[in-house]
């Protein structure tokens, strides 16, 4: 596994470069990537910003390891995963109106104070105390993920008056770099970890003074911004009503449910079924998010002017890659017939469909759902998503480990094929409908492909 894991690395390495060079061949450079004033309102963001996602992939790699090495059994690692999903589903209702309420800035300065903690709990062997940690992480995740965006969007319109327009500029680099972060996070936890044989504490360790250096820069460079003032139950409320009042929410939202709650099953059990061979744990983490690039490099040659292949399409490619690869772990994690290496491929091809699953999923729910629900609707997809991904975790919690791990996947693949009779279902309703299509290249009939 060894060698396998740092060829892998390589070789999706030269895969990555050879299909985002053919991706930025067509791309077309605004006028905002020559402002000077907004150059520097981007690098004001992006400082604080990245530096927030290297501290969190920092982490990624070594997680599970870290409990092994406290001696605690899988069963009560278990326990502390689903803790965490559990703070996710609570933290991620009210984030946002948190957010708004106590300010942009200030949410992201006490991100990076409560990830330290979540970090610092990393040196406890207490069960309590790592469960604690856990939850904290669990809040730190659910303000990255919408303190950083709300207080960019504000700035960018309200205080600076830059054309909207040039907002997915900055995401669209934000998910580059964010990419070519979590590949070096994975190298950097593993030289701390295995190469200084620091063990698997020392990642987390390192993760601190990225996040105080974060805190530190925000305090000292953002201004503080709100959002609007709005009742928790009206806006879970008005989401609720467009979830189920529309069929095509509805479908991606169970795609999505099902899609993403199999990936956190597969964060839980990739060390476990690995770790026994004694792979690099942060270049193997390196590969699954070169992997993840590729994917994501792939959807955007895909979509080109050149195949114009619809995201509809590639979602339906994306969830049917994960069926195969968790097909194929059925049989590579089979007691007593562990075929390490032919699991290694699977996860590899599953973080390759994540690269394609997720901008197609990004395409369709910002056509299908309002503008004014996103928010609400997202924060509804993520309670079934998590809650599924506990209940996955607990029923291996009350497995034998070794029978536990495939029947696991074989739950998964189950998963996988409700979502594919989500997608059909979807593909049936929206498959005249132009708005979700990608516009036709020059040139090329409107009617020529009447299907998504």
Same mark, same amino acid.
């Given at each position: 596994?060894?060698?396998?894991?740092?060829?892998?690395?390589?070789?999706?390495?030269?895969?990555?470069?050879? $299909?985002?060079? !053919?991706?930025?061949?067509?791309?077309?450079?605004?006028?905002?990537?020559?402002?000077?004033?907004?150059?520097?309102?981007? +690098?004001?963001?992006? &400082?604080?910003?990245?530096?927030?996602?290297?501290?969190?992939?920092?982490?990624?790699?070594?997680?599970?390891?870290? @409990?092994?090495? @406290?001696?605690?059994?899988?069963?009560?690692?278990?326990?502390?995963?689903?803790?965490?999903?559990?703070?996710?589903?609570?933290?991620?209702?009210?984030?946002?109106?948190?957010?708004?309420?106590?300010?942009?800035?200030?949410?992201?300065?006490?991100?990076?104070?409560?990830?330290?903690?979540?970090?610092?709990?990393?040196?406890?062997?207490?069960?309590?105390?790592?469960?604690?940690?856990?939850?904290?992480?669990?809040?730190?995740?659910? $303000?990255?993920?919408?303190?950083?965006?709300?207080?960019?969007?504000?700035?960018?319109?309200?205080?600076?008056?830059?054309?909207?327009?040039?907002?997915?500029?900055?995401?669209?680099?934000?998910?580059?770099?964010?990419?070519?972060?979590?590949?070096?996070?994975?190298?950097?936890?593993?030289?701390?970890?295995?190469?200084?044989?620091?063990?698997?504490? =020392?990642?987390?360790?390192?993760?601190?003074?990225?996040?105080?250096?974060?805190?530190?820069?925000?305090?000292?460079?953002?201004?503080?911004?709100?959002?609007?003032?709005?009742?928790?139950?009206?806006?879970?409320?008005? =989401?609720?009503?467009?979830?189920?009042? *529309?069929?095509?929410?509805? +479908?991606?939202?169970?795609?999505?449910?099902?899609?993403?709650?199999?990936?956190?099953?597969?964060?839980?059990?990739?060390?476990?079924?690995?770790?026994?061979?004694?792979?690099?744990?942060?270049?193997?983490?390196?590969?699954?998010?070169?992997?993840?690039? =590729?994917?994501? !490099?792939? @959807?955007?040659?895909?979509?080109?002017?050149?195949?114009?292949?619809?995201?509809?399409?590639?979602?339906?490619?994306?969830?049917?890659?994960?069926?195969?690869?968790?097909?194929?772990?059925?049989?590579?994690?089979?007691?007593?017939?562990?075929?390490?290496?032919?699991?290694?491929?699977?996860?590899?091809?599953?973080?390759?469909?994540?690269?394609?699953?997720?901008?197609?999923?990004?395409? +369709?729910? &910002?056509?299908?759902?309002?503008?004014?629900?996103?928010?609400?609707?997202?924060?509804?997809?993520?309670?079934?998503?998590?809650?599924?991904?506990?209940?996955? +975790?607990?029923?291996?919690?009350?497995? *034998? @480990?070794?029978?536990?791990?495939?029947?696991?996947?074989?739950?998964?693949?189950?998963?996988?094929?409700?979502?594919?009779?989500?997608?059909?279902?979807?593909?049936?309703?929206?498959?005249?409908?132009?708005?979700?299509?990608?516009?036709?290249?020059?040139?090329?009939?409107?009617?020529?492909?009447?299907? $998504?």
């Amino acid at each position: 596994m060894l060698v396998t894991a740092y060829v892998a690395f390589a070789f999706l390495l030269l895969i990555c470069i050879g $299909l985002e060079f !053919s991706a930025c061949r067509s791309k077309i450079t605004g006028r905002s990537c020559s402002n000077p004033a907004f150059l520097r309102f981007q +690098l004001d963001y992006y &400082q604080v910003y990245f530096l927030a996602l290297a501290a969190d992939w920092l982490q990624g790699p070594y997680l599970y390891k870290l @409990y092994q090495h @406290y001696h605690f059994l899988e069963a009560q690692i278990t326990i502390i995963y689903v803790c965490g999903f559990a703070s996710s589903v609570l933290f991620g209702l009210v984030s946002s109106s948190l957010v708004d309420r106590l300010g942009r800035k200030k949410s992201c300065i006490l991100f990076s104070l409560t990830y330290s903690v979540c970090c610092l709990t990393k040196l406890s062997w207490d069960y309590f105390v790592l469960i604690v940690g856990r939850i904290l992480g669990g809040l730190s995740t659910a $303000l990255l993920f919408s303190a950083f965006e709300a207080w960019y969007v504000h700035e960018h319109v309200e205080r600076h008056d830059f054309p909207a327009e040039w907002i997915p500029t900055t995401f669209s680099k934000a998910a580059f770099w964010n990419g070519i972060i979590a590949i070096g996070a994975g190298v950097v936890a593993n030289v701390f970890a295995e190469w200084l044989g620091l063990g698997p504490v =020392a990642p987390f360790m390192v993760s601190i003074p990225f996040l105080m250096l974060a805190g530190v820069l925000a305090m000292k460079n953002w201004d503080e911004n709100y959002g609007k003032k709005r009742a928790i139950s009206r806006t879970c409320t008005d =989401a609720l009503k467009c979830l189920l009042s *529309d069929r095509r929410v509805l +479908l991606l939202g169970t795609i999505q449910a099902l899609f993403e709650s199999v990936i956190y099953i597969f964060i839980f059990l990739w060390t476990p079924v690995l770790d026994p061979h004694n792979p690099p744990l942060g270049i193997v983490f390196s590969s699954f998010m070169a992997a993840s690039m =590729a994917g994501s !490099s792939l @959807y955007r040659v895909a979509t080109s002017k050149k195949y114009h292949l619809q995201p509809m399409h590639i979602l339906s490619l994306s969830v049917l890659m994960v069926f195969f690869s968790l097909f194929m772990l059925t049989f590579s994690t089979n007691p007593g017939q562990e075929n390490p290496s032919e699991s290694f491929l699977a996860f590899l091809l599953i973080e390759l469909s994540c690269g394609l699953y997720f901008p197609s999923m990004g395409f +369709l729910r &910002q056509k299908v759902i309002p503008e004014k629900d996103q928010a609400g609707v997202m924060h509804w997809f993520r309670v079934p998503l998590n809650l599924l991904a506990c209940l996955g +975790l607990l029923i291996l919690h009350d497995s *034998d @480990y070794k029978t536990g791990t495939r029947n696991m996947f074989t739950i998964c693949s189950v998963m996988m094929v409700m979502a594919l009779l989500a997608v059909v279902s979807l593909f049936t309703v929206v498959r005249n409908n132009a708005e979700l299509r990608l516009p036709s290249p020059p040139g090329q009939s409107e009617v020529s492909s009447p299907e $998504l």
